[in-house]
């Protein structure tokens, strides 16, 4: 244990068939993650050894204690045009988005992967909603490339291959940059 807590959010889209992989990273990185996929996200994690890592899921009951230590950093990998949004516009109706929402709030240090094809990063709100979170401080990183200057869609029919050449690295070294 390294006594860093890293939050892993993971939504619906190719790139989390790499959440096992992350999780390796990470604790390489001198992190202890917690895995917190959206419900869409579920099916991409079955087939994953994710036995050794906390996969927290769904809200806890008021009679549960919290079910995390408070995180020194976050990563939405991958985030998608859904998650994006409703994270913008601060809609914390999910655990997924209520950890999210609160890590701005804290401002946590907080690296976000957009993963979307071309027709849902031409709608007018992809814009806005990556512009809000790189306001609020949350560093965003291209998944094609590791870029944090500009971010491109995902070619319809590749995102298979952009998910099997992410290199996790560009998490880590965009959390150890802020």
């Given at each position: 244990?390294?006594?860093?807590?890293?939050?892993?959010?993971?939504?619906?889209?190719?790139?989390?068939?790499?959440?096992?992989?992350?999780?390796?990273?990470?604790?390489?990185?001198?992190?202890?993650?917690?895995v917190?996929?959206?419900?869409?996200?579920?099916?991409w994690?079955a087939?994953?050894?994710?036995?050794?890592?906390?996969?927290?899921?769904?809200?806890?009951?008021?009679?549960?204690?919290?079910?995390?230590?408070?995180?020194?950093?976050?990563?939405?990998?991958?985030m998608?045009?859904?998650?994006?949004?409703?994270?913008?516009?601060?809609?914390?109706n999910?655990?997924?988005?209520?950890?999210?929402?609160?890590?701005?709030?804290?401002?946590?240090?907080?690296?976000?992967?957009?993963?979307?094809?071309?027709?849902?990063?031409?709608?007018?709100?992809w814009?806005?909603?990556?512009?809000?979170?790189?306001?609020?401080?949350?560093?965003?990183?291209?998944?094609?490339?590791?870029?944090r200057?500009?971010?491109?869609?995902?070619?319809?029919g590749t995102?298979?291959?952009?998910?099997?050449?992410?290199?996790?690295?560009?998490?880590?070294?965009?959390?150890?940059?802020?």
């Amino acid at each position: 244990m390294t006594n860093r807590i890293l939050y892993i959010v993971v939504c619906g889209a190719p790139l989390a068939s790499r959440t096992a992989d992350g999780v390796k990273a990470a604790r390489a990185n001198g992190w202890d993650p917690y895995v917190i996929p959206t419900e869409a996200a579920m099916p991409w994690l079955a087939d994953q050894d994710l036995r050794d890592v906390p996969v927290i899921t769904g809200n806890r009951t008021p009679d549960q204690p919290k079910r995390t230590p408070p995180a020194d950093a976050v990563a939405v990998v991958p985030m998608t045009f859904n998650t994006l949004n409703a994270w913008a516009n601060g809609n914390a109706n999910t655990y997924p988005l209520t950890t999210l929402c609160a890590a701005l709030g804290s401002r946590t240090r907080t690296a976000a992967i957009p993963f979307a094809k071309h027709d849902l990063a031409g709608h007018p709100a992809w814009l806005a909603s990556l512009a809000v979170l790189r306001y609020a401080g949350v560093t965003i990183v291209d998944p094609q490339n590791g870029s944090r200057s500009s971010i491109e869609p995902i070619a319809s029919g590749t995102g298979n291959e952009v998910a099997s050449a992410f290199h996790w690295e560009w998490v880590f070294a965009s959390l150890e940059h802020r």
